[in-house]
C-alpha cells in the first residue's frame, strides 16, 4: 500500500484522548474537528523538562533518507518500551507538497494523522503568518505615499517583502505601485516563500504573546531619505501584526498512526530559514514528556546547526541525544552510484559515500552531544551493505541500528530506542555552542563554514560586504547566524557530494531579521522563493465527489 492508503486505514482516535495521554484536560482543548487541536500555552512548564531528542540526517539526497518517519517509528518505539513520549514535528509548507517533494507527514506505518489536513491546510498558521507578514507590507506602502503621517522612508532601501506558500519563482523580482501615486510609488521588491519569512522565524521562537509582539517590533524595514533606520514597531504595526497569531501561537495536537501523541507547530525550511518547529511546541511536549523527539530539517550541517545556535541558545534548550538518520541508498549516491542504480548493490560506492555521514558525526561531536546512528532500511539494501555501515559505526564506537519504521512502525526501531535512552542518560548536561554570538559577523560565518561544512574559506561578493557595513552601522553584530545554503552538499555547490574539500563559501548578501534575532548569509544559487519542477507534484493530487483526496504523498 501507499503511504496514504496505510493512513486512510487507521481508525483514529478522537483527540481528547490523545490530550489524556499527556494530562491534558480535554475542556482545555481548542478542536478543529474531531482529530485535531490547538493547545493553551499554560501547560508549559519551564521548570520541567523531560529529555530531549533531537533528529538529523546526512546531507540529503533524491534517493531519500526518511527523517520524519524514523522521527515518528522512534516516538512510537519509545512508548513501547514505557517511556511517555511525543514527536514534535514542523507543518508542512504547500510549496513542497505540490512542488518536488510532496507531503511531510512520515510514511508507511510511521506517519502522522489526518495526514491529508497536516499536509494541506491544517489549521490556518501560515495563512495567519502569511497575512501578518503581508499586512506589514501593506502598512509600509501606505506610510511612502502618506501626505500626514510619513516617517519619510526612503523606499529605495525597504528590504521588506511579502510572502506566499506556494512555490512561484516569477515572483522573486517584481516593480509594484505602478499606474500613478493613485496605485501606489513604484518600487522595486518580490516574494519569498511564507515558510523563509521572518515572521514565521519569530513565530517559531517567541516565548509567548509578549516576547512575539517585541519581536515583531524590532523588524528592520529600511531607512528614511535623511539615514534614520526604521523598524516596524515606528509604524505601530506590531501590535495588529501579533493580533493576528493570536490562534495560531498555539501549538497543534494530533496523533501518529500507533495513537501517540504529535505536536506539529510552525515550518521554518532549514535551507533559506532555522529549520526547527516552535520554541513553545517543544517546550509544550518537555513539559508533558519523558522523551520528546524533534526533527531539524534537512542534514546536520543546516537545520541541526541552527536548532542548537539559534533555537536552543535562545529558549535555553539542550539535547540529550542527536539521532543520525542515513540510508543505505542515499550513501550510495553520495559515493557515486546513479540514481538508476540506487538498488543495486554497491559496496564500493558505501565506502566513499562513507565520508559524508562521518563528517556528520563529527559535527554533532563538536556540540558535544551523544550521536546515535539510525539506518533506514529500504527492501533494496543488502545485508553485505548494512553489515559495512554498522561495522563502520562501531569501528568509531558510534552506537548504530538498522530500523524499519516504515513497515512496522514503533516495532521496528526498538532497539534505536534503547540506544538513544542510553545515549541520554550519559550526554553532557549541556551542549556547546559553535560560536559565541560577540565574534565578528565574519567570524562566525567562517566558523559555520569551516567547522561544519568543511570550506577552506570564505568569499564576500561587493554586495555582501556593503551588507556587512550596513549591520555594523546598525549595531546588529550581536546576532546569530543563519545560513541559507543548498542542502544537497556540504558545500554551497549542489554537485559537490561525499564530503568536498578545499572549496570556498561564496556570500552573494545577508539579509537582516533583526525580530528574529539573525542574520541570513545567502550562499550559491540559493533562492528564498524555490521553483516548481518541470513536473510539479500537483499534478498527481485530485479529490473524488466524496471529498477523498488522492495522490499526497
Not at 556547546?432 to 570564505?458: F, H, M, N, Q
Request: aromatic content about 6%.
Amino acid at each position: 500500500m501507499t503511504d496514504q492508503e496505510i493512513a486512510n486505514k487507521v481508525t483514529m482516535k478522537p483527540i481528547d484522548q490523545i490530550a489524556r495521554q499527556l494530562g491534558i484536560d480535554p475542556e482545555d482543548l481548542e478542536l478543529y474537528g474531531k482529530y485535531k487541536a490547538k493547545l493553551p500555552l499554560t501547560y508549559i512548564d519551564r521548570n520541567k523538562f523531560g529529555k530531549l531528542i533531537l533528529v538529523s540526517a546526512i546531507s540529503p539526497t533524491p534517493a531519500g533518507e526518511g527523517k520524519t518517519t524514523v522521527s515518528i517509528g522512534l516516538t512510537q518505539a519509545l512508548n513501547q518500551i514505557g517511556k511517555k513520549s511525543a514527536v514534535v514535528l514542523r507543518e508542512p509548507s504547500l510549496g513542497p507538497v505540490f512542488g518536488i517533494k510532496g507531503g511531510a507527514t512520515g510514511g508507511g506505518y510511521s506517519q502522522v494523522v489526518p495526514m491529508e489536513d497536516i499536509n494541506l491546510h491544517f489549521t490556518g498558521d501560515f495563512a495567519a503568518i502569511e497575512k501578518a507578514n503581508n499586512l506589514l507590507s501593506a502598512i509600509i506602502a501606505n506610510n511612502i505615499q502618506s501626505k500626514t503621517r510619513s516617517l519619510n522612508i526612503d523606499p529605495r532601501t525597504v528590504t521588506w517583502k511579502r510572502v506566499m506558500d506556494m512555490n512561484d519563482r516569477s515572483l522573486r523580482s517584481i516593480v509594484v505601485g505602478l499606474g500613478g501615486t493613485n496605485h501606489g510609488i513604484p518600487q522595486e521588491t518580490g516574494f519569498d516563500i511564507t515558510a523563509a519569512s521572518e515572521i514565521m522565524a519569530i513565530f517559531c521562537l517567541a516565548k509567548d504573546m509578549e516576547d512575539l509582539k517585541i519581536r515583531i517590533g524590532n523588524i528592520f524595514i529600511g531607512y528614511t531619505f535623511d539615514k534614520k533606520p526604521i523598524y516596524a514597531k515606528d509604524l505601530k504595526v506590531h501590535g495588529a501584526m501579533a493580533a493576528l497569531l493570536k490562534d495560531a501561537i498555539k501549538p497543534n495536537l494530533v496523533q501518529t498512526i500507533e495513537g501517540t501523541p504529535a505536536i506539529i507547530h510552525g515550518g521554518p525550511f532549514a535551507n533559506i530559514a532555522q529549520g526547527t518547529n516552535s520554541v513553545l511546541a517543544t517546550q509544550t511536549a518537555l513539559s508533558l514528556t519523558d522523551y520528546t523527539v524533534t526533527e531539524a530539517g534537512f542534514g546536520f550541517d543546516l537545520g541541526a546547526e541552527k536548532f542548537l545556535d539559534i533555537k536552543c541558545r535562545s529558549a535555553n534548550l539542550s539535547p540529550n541525544a542527536a539521532v543520525l538518520v542515513a540510508t543505505i541508498r542515499a550513501l550510495k549516491y553520495h559515493g557515486g552510484q546513479s540514481l538508476k542504480e540506487i538498488q543495486t548493490p554497491g559496496v564500493e560506492y558505501l565506502k566513499k559515500g562513507i565520508e559524508n555521514l562521518e563528517k556528520h558525526v563529527e559535527n554533532i561531536k563538536q556540540f558535544t552531544l551523544a550521536p546515535v546512528v539510525a539506518i533506514n532500511r529500504f527492501t533494496s539494501d543488502t545485508q553485505e551493505e548494512i553489515d559495512f555501515v554498522v561495522d563502520f559505526c562501531k569501528s568509531k564506537n558510534i552506537p548504530v541500528s538498522a530500523v524499519d519504521v516504515w513497515g512496522k512502525g514503533g516495532a521496528g526501531a526498538h532497539e534505536l530506542a534503547r540506544l538513544v535512552v542510553e545515549a541520554t542518560e550519559s550526554c553532557c548536561p549541556h551542549f556547546t555552542p559553535l560560536y559565541p554570538l560577540t565574534d565578528s559577523v565574519e567570524k562566525k560565518i567562517e566558523t559555520i563554514a569551516k567547522r561544519i561544512y568543511g570550506a577552506e574559506a570564505v568569499d564576500y561578493t561587493a554586495k555582501a560586504r556593503a551588507d556587512l557595513a550596513k549591520i555594523k552601522n546598525l549595531g546588529l553584530e550581536d546576532l546569530a547566524i543563519c545560513m541559507a545554503k543548498t542542502q544537497k552538499s556540504l558545500s554551497d555547490n549542489p554537485k559537490l557530494l561525499g564530503r568536498p574539500k578545499d572549496f570556498v563559501i561564496t556570500v552573494r548578501e545577508i539579509e537582516i531579521a533583526s525580530g528574529a534575532g539573525f542574520l541570513v548569509p545567502i550562499t550559491g544559487a540559493i533562492m528564498r522563493m524555490p521553483g516548481l519542477p518541470e513536473t510539479p507534484s500537483s499534478e498527481s493530487i485530485d479529490i473524488d465527489n466524496n471529498g477523498n483526496i488522492s495522490g499526497l504523498f
